[in-house]
Each structure stands twice: as structure tokens, then as C-alpha cells.
């Protein structure tokens, strides 16, 4: 390929730790970079990168703030938010037990964080008030809002549990399939539930009638999903290409996915849709990160290989920029905005 995007619209820093995760504040204007040494690297396309230590050892997951910065979990069981100033305050703290998973839905004014903490999904408010404690039969491994931040799933092993964040009596929907589910995903729609298999496949449940689905066939670890804008499309990595499995007419079963971007023999680790248009980025096990036209045969590079798997990959809520990062510590910023 000629010249990938990043040297040509892009700016990367070597962060010299393994970047556990990223996300774009709210704006749209900075990537937090979340980092296995417990700082947030904040990064503009423009600028310093401020290094902010936030937690007190590990950072293990990251998510937009509510208002303008970020929300972090950490090995040090503080569930923290970190302004774009560097300014940081702990919203809740849960001692000895880590803070494995977080998410946020909404704005300052009226959203809600979630945080996994053991077996316990629990929700605060923006004010940080704590709203409820939700209980699960084993360890929270992945939590997610639906569109309107109505309801809220969390995965764990046997299946996943489905919770209406407003209920006045909280009973979960329960989700159910043997095995360890290790991450998960609801369809924009809120029609479908998908999870991420500890054995190389997903598990999906159409929620109108609790059809499973089943999708495997992966060489590899699923680790990463994104749906397209309207849910048209699950895009999923694990394999050497990235997986596209069709959400339309009832859903994937007895169809084929299509596969794109592939590298020979490469595993594909993370897959981010565009939030407005059929692209969707990838991000391979040899560092290489990828652009990719559902509807074409076009891909563009934007990263070439080398400094270790990508680890982290997601849009800023314009689609105008990609930030990624690699477990070796590399961590950049696509500007991809019409010129």
C-alpha cells in the first residue's frame, strides 16, 4: 500500500505502557488513552499529551465522562472521572475489589455511569449519587447501555441479564446460554443481545421472542464488536479479516457473513464502526489498523504494522477522528475530516 493515513493525517505518541482502552470525550475534541499504569494520556490533534495519574495502580477500563473528560475503573477499586484540565475526582470507592468495567449513557445533566464491580452491576447518577446495586450469579464481564439508556446488560458466565435502569423493582430479563460470556452488545435497535464466547464464538438472543443465535467458526478470540449505525451489520474480530455478520430479516442465522480487510494469517483484535457511514475500522494482532467500505472493495491503511497488537480503536462522535492504540504503548490520532 502507499502512504497510510496516519503519516499522512495523523499524529502517535509512544506512551511506553500498554493502553488498556480509549475514548473520545463527548465533544469530540480529545481521545483519552487509558494506560496499564494507571494514567490517562490525553491526546488533541494538536498539543502536549498531559499524562494524568489517576488511579493507584492499574487502569483496567475507560469511557467518556458525562460531562467533558473521562470516567475510569482501576485495580485500586476507585471508579474515577478526569477532566480534560487533569483535574480528577473519585465517584465511588469499593476497597480491595476492582473496578473491572465501566460505560456511561447520557449527558452532565441527566446521565448514568455503570461500573462492574464483582458480581455487581451498580448505577450512579451524574451527580455521582448511587442509584441501585445489581446483583449477578458470578463475575461482571462486560456491561452495556442500550440507545436510549433505558435499560442496561451485563454478560457473565451462564449468559448475560438485561435491567431497566428506572425500575422501581429491579428483576433483570435473563439471558441464557451455557458457558463463559465475556463481553457484550445491544443491537441500536434494541432488538438483539450479542455476547462475546469464551470458545471462539458469539452468542446472540433476539429479544422480541428469545431466538438464539449462534455465530461461530473464529480461529481466534472475539474480542472486540460495533454495530453499524442502524444495525444492519455486526462487525467482530477474531478471525483474519474483519467478521460481518447481517442483522436484517430476522437476523444472522443461515447466513453467511461477509469477511473484508483480510491479512493472511493475521488475527483481526478490535473493529470499530463509523457512527454515520457503512466504514468500519480494524486494528490486527501485528499493529497494522485498517479502513474498510462495507459496500466496496475499498480498504485504506491507516496504520502499518509493528509495536504490538492493537488494543484499543474507537470514533470520536463526528466520525471526523480515529484514535487507536497498541499494547507496546503506541497511541495515535487519524484526523479524517473532509478537506
Known sequence: MSQDLLESRGVSRALDAYVVGAAFNRAGTHAGFGLGDGT???????????????????????????????????????LQRTGLDGAFSTIAKFGSKWVEQVASHGGAASGTYACGVGKNLILFDQAATKLKELPHPSTVTGIAFDAKGKRVAASHYGGA?????????DSPRKLEWKGSHIGISIHPAGDAVVTLMQENALHGWRLSDGQHMRMSGYPGKTGSLSWSRGGKWLASSGADAIVLWPFTGGGPMGKPPLEL????????T????????????????????????????????VKAPGEGEVTALTWNPQGTLLAFGTEHGRAGIVDLAAR
Open 161 to 169: 441479564s438485561l435491567w431497566f435502569v428506572a425500575a422501581k423493582t
Open 270 to 301: 478490535m473493529v470499530a464502526f463509523h457512527p454515520q457511514h457503512d466504514i468500519v475500522a480494524a486494528g490486527y494482532v501485528d499493529g497494522t489498523v485498517v479502513m474498510a467500505d462495507v459496500t466496496g472493495e475499498r480498504v485504506l491503511q
Open 40 to 78: 490517562i494520556a490525553i491526546g488533541a490533534k494538536e498539543g502536549e499529551w498531559p499524562r494524568i495519574e489517576t488511579h493507584d495502580g492499574g487502569l483496567l477500563a475507560i469511557a467518556p465522562d458525562l460531562a467533558n473528560g473521562f470516567v475510569s475503573g482501576g485495580d485500586d477499586g476507585k
Open 261 to 268: 480487510a483480510q491479512i493472511p494469517d493475521v488475527i483481526c
